[in-house]
């Protein structure tokens, strides 16, 4: 792991390095990953610090979120436009997820020829140009092909970023996480209101979507000189890195891999189907989908007190834990309930719990498997895109043949096999430690 100190973060190492164009940024040690004891034989103290990658990292993030939640309210502007069926509406959903598993298939061997700057400014290019293409398209042709450029250079864009940063941040990881996932709570309640107030000025809705590209723009004008962290190197008294990285993955990191997936799948079966769920128990289409914007700021909520929580190391678990706990009591009251209200409370709540599932989870499987966290990142965009295409079709699937409440069954058994895999992984790291010992 890193070593940081308090301050400006600047780190030291054993031994000093001469300053070099392509040196790593501030906080981060030119000697081994792991943290030099200091003098007096006292312990090694860890600071959380916030240097230039880290707020490159979160700003980057604000934009691709914007993306990820404007676009799901774009559809149905764009699908009063033109006039395409339901079945075309579920086609544009699933392209976006498609990004997602071309970006796990592609991630590891595109690392391997490009640095991580060099993957995040060629992905928030091809993102930009997705965007630009689904803004200015005409026709289903051209919205859609934009549409999937966007998902997979967005989705190339959120797996870099989370790479910088845990690059960055070593055992620390899952703080800068967790924060920079505040921000994406935010822009998921900012984002479907943005496109209302333009719609509602006058203004085209697409106009909202060139709003990432600028603000990419202008990150990179601010920070395309300052260096980002290396893709980490194993302590010498592992195997080197080539070989480490063509390894399989440890069996906890590939369960807590799919334990990322499988919250996906969680958060966007609600994402794409808690309107329809408060549609059918009275409320109309526009009140239904302004509704769900107390689920986005659950998300919110949940995130700022995942990030206070985590400023102390240990307390994963116990957070992963209590948010599948919370997740399913808001999930069972928006289902059970008949009256609105409690249904939309029940829906705050399940945002309150989801939203630390998929940073905490991340968190857990980049520390499973050290030196492979390319590998890890890959995986669990690969398999979250997989379940994110297959798990909110099924449920509308089963909606057309027992109706929506009776295939909203889908969203417990995903919860519960996100408990299952947790338990999992966690026996199986506890079992890795003891054979390490």
């Excluded at 006039?83 to 991630?107: P, R």
């Excluded at 990322?260 to 966007?268: G, I, K, L």
């Excluded at 408060?278 to 989908?289: C, E, F, V, Y």
Aim: charge should be positive.
């Amino acid at each position: 792991m890193y070593r940081y100190t308090s301050g400006d973060g600047q780190g030291t190492s054993r031994s000093s390095a001469p300053s070099e164009p392509n040196a790593r940024p501030k906080g981060v040690t030119t000697a081994s990953r792991g943290p030099s004891a200091p003098a007096g034989g006292q312990e090694p103290i860890e600071t959380f610090s916030r240097d230039s990658s880290t707020i490159l990292g979160y700003s980057a993030l604000l934009c691709f979120t914007f993306w990820n939640y404007a676009y799901g309210p774009a559809l149905t502007l764009l699908r009063a436009e033109m006039q395409f069926s339901y079945t075309m509406l579920g086609v544009y959903t699933a392209i976006w997820s498609v990004g997602a598993v071309l970006t796990g298939v592609s991630f590891l061997f595109v690392t391997r020829w490009l640095s991580r700057a060099a993957l995040l400014w060629c992905s928030a290019l091809l993102a930009s140009g997705g965007a630009a293409l689904f803004m200015f398209g005409s026709g289903v042709g051209p919205t859609l092909t934009g549409a999937g450029i966007l998902g997979l250079g967005g989705t190339m864009l959120l797996t870099v970023i989370q790479a910088v940063l845990s690059d960055r941040h070593g055992a620390l990881r899952e703080r800068a996480l967790t924060e920079a996932n505040i921000g994406a709570a935010a822009c998921a309640v900012l984002a479907p209101l943005t496109l209302g107030v333009l719609v509602a000025g006058g203004v085209d809705w697409r106009a909202a979507f060139a709003l990432p590209a600028i603000a990419l723009a202008a990150l990179y004008l601010r920070y395309r000189r300052r260096p980002l962290p290396d893709a980490p190197t194993p302590r010498a008294t592992q195997q080197p890195e080539r070989r480490r990285r063509h390894e399989r993955l440890p069996l906890a990191g590939s369960l807590f891999a799919s334990l990322v997936a499988t919250s996906m799948a969680v958060e966007f079966c609600l994402v794409y189907y808690g309107a329809e769920g408060l549609r059918a128990i009275g409320l109309s289409a526009p009140a239904a989908a302004t509704a769900m914007s107390a689920h986005y700021l659950g998300l919110l909520i949940g995130r700022i007190g995942g990030a206070i929580a985590t400023r102390r190391p240990g307390r994963t678990v116990a957070l992963l834990y209590a948010s599948l706990a919370i997740t399913t009591g808001g999930f069972l009251l928006f289902w059970l309930t008949a009256m609105p209200t409690v249904a939309v409370l029940g829906l705050l709540l399940a945002g309150v719990g989801i939203a630390n599932l998929y940073p905490l989870a991340l968190a857990m499987a980049l520390g499973a498997a050290p030196g492979q966290e390319d590998q890890v990142n890959a995986r669990s965009q690969m398999l979250g895109g997989l379940l994110v295409i297959v798990a909110p079709y099924l449920l509308g699937s089963l909606a057309d043949r027992v109706g929506l409440a009776g295939a909203f069954a889908v969203e417990p058994i995903l919860i519960g096999l996100c408990l299952l895999i947790l338990i999992t992984g966690l026996r199986a790291r506890r079992a890795a430690a003891r054979t390490a010992a």
